[in-house]
């Protein structure tokens, strides 16, 4: 069994585990029984920025499927849209299956490089959430083998507390083999994209306020210029948009669907090359090229939901040093707090490559799911930044103080104690893992840092 070196999407907090890379549930239940007191955990294609498919000292499944999407992995119902596929199985590939044939993931983040599986830990959101909530409430029923070996079958309506607490539960209940998910029908391959440019922050969250008409949007999101100050602070470019109908896209074939990956990143780049310099340069860029008034076009699936994508081992341009992806939430009528944060960066000049705010809907039922109604902002940031630590920790304060929480998929910087203070039911959570996991085998180098999991194994 090879030890391998392991990080996140983030390239920080390396660490070293066994790593046993197969999908095939015999091999997955021979290495759970033969883990040690460091216990297993499942890893799909590493996009976590963080520590959540690392486990030092310990195993790491890695559940990756090399089959074509188009056998027994996936199997898409063409009436019901229902697609049955198991957890290794990528959104790419999914996408190459089901566009095609008019059906739609219903809900992606910002990488088609996530694993079914992932997506479920993760309870992944995308930029529908306000119109169609996170990828757990498209989950019909899931199937997941328990640190016993015992495989059960989940859904809302069967087993219902273990099926939420495993939504968002980050990998901690158990290795998921199997799930059925309702995808969304679609007449087209693109996206009918609406973009405005906005002056200020006050601008951005006006249009962005369910009181207008960014609601009638199935997808919603603005990106934020975090080195603008004085009367341009919050500055930002709207993109709203909905799945294009057939007579408005040129060619033959409506839902012809090919993404590329452009070009990559070099294997190796200095520290420093993203800074506040370089990031202030791009974003003026980006803001002029962005129209002054409202202007309608139609974009690629690729394009509008996975731009980065486009870019091979993007992560490489932070450097050796890596990045931090920082990512909260606060509630609705908690502007104030959230024009407070982006203060606090634009003064302290803390370059973010990608910063991008987003109106979010109602919470699902899972304790651990990070979506809730509020506004949620993200932002990249180089590891090596002085004093970036103690900035984050002030905004820390400002989040939990104002009901807000941090997105654990995301995190390799908060305390215990935001987790505690931002997921309201964090103990009902814990007491369902423990009921699934009763001897603690499923652990990670997040789930020990921010005492997700007891601090020993039991024997």
């Not at 195993?59 to 119902?77: K, N, Q, R, Y």
């Not at 009181?211 to 709203?240: K, P």
């Amino acid at each position: 069994m090879p030890r391998e070196r392991l990080s996140g999407w983030g390239r920080t907090a390396w660490t070293v585990a066994d790593l046993v890379q197969s999908t095939d549930p015999n091999i997955i239940r021979s290495t759970i029984a033969s883990s040690g007191e460091r216990g297993v955990i499942a890893r799909g294609l590493g996009r976590s920025y963080g520590a959540a498919a690392q486990n030092a000292g310990g195993h790491v499944i890695e559940l990756t499927s090399e089959h074509d999407p188009m056998g027994a992995d996936a199997v898409l119902d063409p009436v019901s849209g229902l697609l049955d596929v198991a957890s290794s199985v990528s959104i790419d590939s999914i996408l190459r299956l089901c566009v095609p044939r008019g059906w739609f993931i219903p809900v992606t983040p910002g990488t088609r490089f996530v694993t079914v599986g992932g997506a479920i830990a993760s309870d992944v959101h995308g930029k529908n959430h306000h119109f169609d909530g996170s990828f757990g409430q498209h989950v019909r029923s899931l199937t997941l083998m328990l640190a016993s070996g015992e495989v059960v079958e989940l859904s809302p309506q069967s087993h219902p507390e273990w099926f939420w607490a495993t939504v968002g539960g980050m990998g901690l209940t158990g290795i998921i083999l199997r799930a059925t998910v309702a995808m969304l029908p679609i007449q087209s391959s693109r996206v009918r994209v609406e973009t405005e440019r906005l002056p200020n922050f006050d601008a951005v969250c006006d249009a962005m306020s369910g009181d207008g008409d960014d609601s009638t949007y199935r997808y919603s999101v603005c990106w934020v210029d975090l080195l603008a100050t004085g009367s341009s602070m919050g500055r930002g470019v709207l993109t709203r948009g909905d799945h294009a109908a057939p007579s408005e896209v040129k060619g033959d074939d409506p839902l012809a669907y090919d993404p590329r990956l452009k070009v990559s990143a070099p294997g190796w780049v200095p520290n420093g090359l993203l800074n506040k310099y370089t990031i202030k340069a791009f974003n003026e860029a980006w803001f002029r090229k962005a129209p002054a008034k409202r202007h309608i076009g139609l974009e690629s699936i690729p394009a509008f939901f996975h731009p980065l994508d486009g870019v091979n081992k993007w992560n490489r341009l932070y450097g050796p040093q890596g990045f931090l992806q920082y990512q909260f939430i606060v509630p609705l009528d908690r502007t104030d707090v959230l024009r407070r944060v982006i203060e606090n960066f634009s003064e302290a000049g803390v370059a973010s490559f990608l910063a991008v705010l987003k109106r979010m809907g109602p919470q699902n039922l899972a304790p651990l799911s990070f979506p809730t109604e509020g506004w949620t902002l993200t932002l990249d940031m180089a590891a090596g930044i002085a004093g970036l630590p103690e900035l984050l920790s002030r905004v820390d304060g400002m989040v939990l103080d104002a009901g807000g929480r941090h997105y654990l998929a995301k995190d390799s910087h908060v305390a215990p104690s935001a987790v505690r203070r931002g997921y309201p039911r964090f103990d009902e959570w814990m007491s369902t893992r423990d009921e699934m996991d009763p001897l603690g085998v499923w652990r990670s180098d997040l789930a020990r840092r921010l005492g997700l999991v007891h601090p020993g194994r039991v024997s």
